[in-house]
């Protein structure tokens, strides 16, 4: 048992592709930015810069003005995809739109290349629950039917695996191929997936099983709470936005509709809506396009006064 045990940490540890609840946050269509845009009415740049950087806004904060302007002239470079020395507003959108999936991207390349070690152009069903599920064949009936982790016993985690990998399958060949495996993996990033998000969410926090979350569910979501302590402040902010806005009809819990407007809000597109904001800070001819001249003198917009290793965002940004 305890070497049986030993091997599931290992593989879920090597692996990392059995799909967990997000405990962070449920909401799958987070702003740019960790940073609040206004703040008190005024603005925030470092909403900007971490829209414009990406991850990698936080580790440019040592270049001087002049090193920020020049590499900054680099990146322009690459945004101008058709190399007529002017960046539209679709290209600024299209590169927000990359520093923000890259994570994704990455992450996607890291798990390809471990299940598919061979470089085939699809990985099947079988292949993916061997890899990743392949330690059960050892365990006895009564421990695949235990609970794992969150509540969910080995053979609900296939289930669920088996239930998604079918919808990412649009071509029913029972196989994934890199762009399926995509959805797959991140599936609150595709259309056609995101009803199974919802599914999934509501599998999360459901957790009497009546089709409904209730307010209690929700907060038990996201925090346990500690013996002889007050609740933090933001639970009790959570509490007061459930009850004054996911529970749009208000009879105290959130049925699945009202659970899919909280986790995908209706469409806002937040890579355009910041396009338009940094065109309408640098535009100084109001043409309704940058130049390298226009941006590089709005520098302070896009990256701030200091930033630090532009070289590192250049080279992980070649594939752009």
Known sequence: MRQTLLLVCLTITLVAA?????KTSRVKDEPLSSHQHYENEEHNPDYDHEAFLGEEAKTFDQLSPEESKERLGKIVEKIDRDLD?????????????????????E????????????????VTWEEYKKMVYGFMDDMEPSELESNAEEGFS???????????????DTNGDHALDKEEFTNFLHPEDAPHMKEIVVVETMEDIDKDKNGFISLEEYIGDM??????????DWVRNEREQFQNYRDKNKDGHLDPDEVKQWIIPPDFDHSEAEAKHLIQESDADADGQLTKEEIINKYDVFVGSQATDFGEALNRHDEF
């Open 154 to 168: 080995y053979k609900d985690m296939i289930r669920r695996d088996q239930r998604r990998w079918g919808i990412a």
């Open 18 to 22: 059995i799909p967990k609840p997000n």
């Open 107 to 122: 992450d996607v390349d890291r798990q390809w290349k471990a299940h598919n070690p061979n470089n085939k152009d699809s």
């Open 223 to 232: 925090y346990r709470g500690v013996k002889h302590e007050d609740e933090p």
């Open 85 to 105: 020395g002017k960046i539209t507003k679709e290209e600024l959108k299209s590169w927000i739109q990359y520093t923000q999936r890259r994570y994704i991207l």
